[in-house]
């Protein structure tokens, strides 16, 4: 069955420093990957997606990820980190149809 | 373009009452999508429905319905409230069926069952 992992549930990083956030999936196939972040309040908002190509993904608000096959990862990483970026962050495979499959997600905190 | 729009956004119910939720897509948008989140077992996809009819659905009781109109506006259903339903649940919507469509999520209904 498909499966998705965030192996951190808290992290708290300087601000301007360096950003990882891990996760790992399980999938039979090819897999469609997404990250998306939700503030306190909101709802879901898509970060980047791969379907296929580059494994190398560009996103928005200057986020990255990178799909590595051979580990079944796909770590989301952002050079330098802005208070603003504080929020959760759900790792997601898609599942057949519009299902998707989400990790239990990751909280980030920004330190000044 | 507004956006997923969800009503309401709070809501409050006592056990073995029935609740209502709407989601109004993103105009053009033909697919729906409902999700769960809890604390406990995080985001979990509940069903999805394109064209007016459910393509796909989660691992939930049949007590969790829903339907689609015919300007793709989706309705949730829950009956005989458990106090385990309490959970802030996400509409998406997106173009088409398939995962490679980005979908947009509304802000979420938060359901409180006392």
């Known amino acids: 069955a498909q499966s998705v992992t965030q192996p951190d549930i808290h992290i708290t990083v300087s601000e301007g420093a360096s950003l990882e956030l891990r996760c790992n999936y399980s999938y039979g196939a090819t897999p469609y990957l997404f990250w998306y972040v939700q503030s306190p309040g909101q709802g879901l908002q898509l970060l980047l997606k791969?379907?296929?190509?580059?494994?190398l993904v560009q996103g928005i608000k200057g986020f990255e990820a990178e799909f590595k096959r051979s580990q079944s990862s796909f770590n989301l990483r952002k050079p330098s980190v802005h208070w603003s970026d504080a929020a959760e962050y759900f790792c997601a495979v898609g599942a057949g149809g519009t299902a998707l499959i989400f990790g239990k997600g990751t909280t980030l905190s920004v330190s000044s | 373009k507004a956006g997923v729009t969800q009503t309401p956004r709070y809501l409050i119910k006592t056990r073995g009452q029935q609740v209502t939720l709407s989601c109004s897509p993103i105009?053009?948008?033909?697919?729906v999508s409902w999700y769960q989140q809890t604390p406990g077992q995080g985001l979990q996809f509940l069903f999805e429905?394109?064209?007016?009819?459910?393509?796909n659905k989660g691992n939930f009781p049949g007590r969790f319905s829903g339907r689609q109109f015919s300007n793709s506006r989706s309705e949730m259903n829950v009956s005989t409230l458990e106090l385990g339903d309490s959970a802030l649940y996400l509409c998406?919507?997106?173009?088409?069926?398939?995962?490679?469509?980005?979908?947009?999520f509304g802000p979420g209904t938060r359901l409180t069952v006392l």
């Open positions: 105009s053009g948008h033909r697919s």
């Open positions: 998406a919507s997106s173009p088409g069926q398939g995962s490679f469509n980005e979908q947009f």
């Open positions: 429905y394109f064209s007016e009819t459910q393509r």
């Open positions: 791969y379907f296929s190509g580059d494994t």
